[in-house]
């Protein structure tokens, strides 16, 4: 499942009610340019060293660490925004990888946090 929330988002909480329902959280900082996001993500992760930085190695890296997991997990993109402002395609690009690797694995939470959202 991909949720999206704003700037009022309790970080703290969000990550204490995952880890009380048994996922493992990792916090992804957004960064302004398609690589670097890609690269943070693989950092945050765990990712090995010649994963790519494209979409597709981004989804097949996901894919390989969930299938492989020993339970679920919660990815939170934090500040998603700065992606967004600058590379939209880019940003669309990333949420569709979550969306879809979310709903192929059960009880994977991905949180996407627009922080210049304040609704």
Do not use: N
């Amino acid at each position: 499942m991909i949720r999206f929330v704003t700037s009022h988002v309790d970080l703290t909480g969000l990550i204490a009610d995952a880890r009380e329902e048994g996922r493992t959280v990792c916090r992804i900082e957004g960064l302004a340019a398609k690589g670097a996001t890609i690269a943070a993500f693989g950092s945050a992760l765990g990712f090995p060293s010649w994963s790519g930085h494209s979409l597709d190695a981004l989804a097949d890296s996901l894919s390989d660490l969930l299938a492989g997991a020993p339970g679920p997990y919660e990815i939170i993109w934090d500040h998603s925004e700065r992606l967004r402002d600058a590379d939209p395609t880019a940003y669309e690009g990333i949420i569709e990888v979550l969306t879809d690797v979310a709903a192929g694995h059960d009880g994977t939470q991905v949180t996407v946090i627009d922080r210049a959202l304040g609704g």
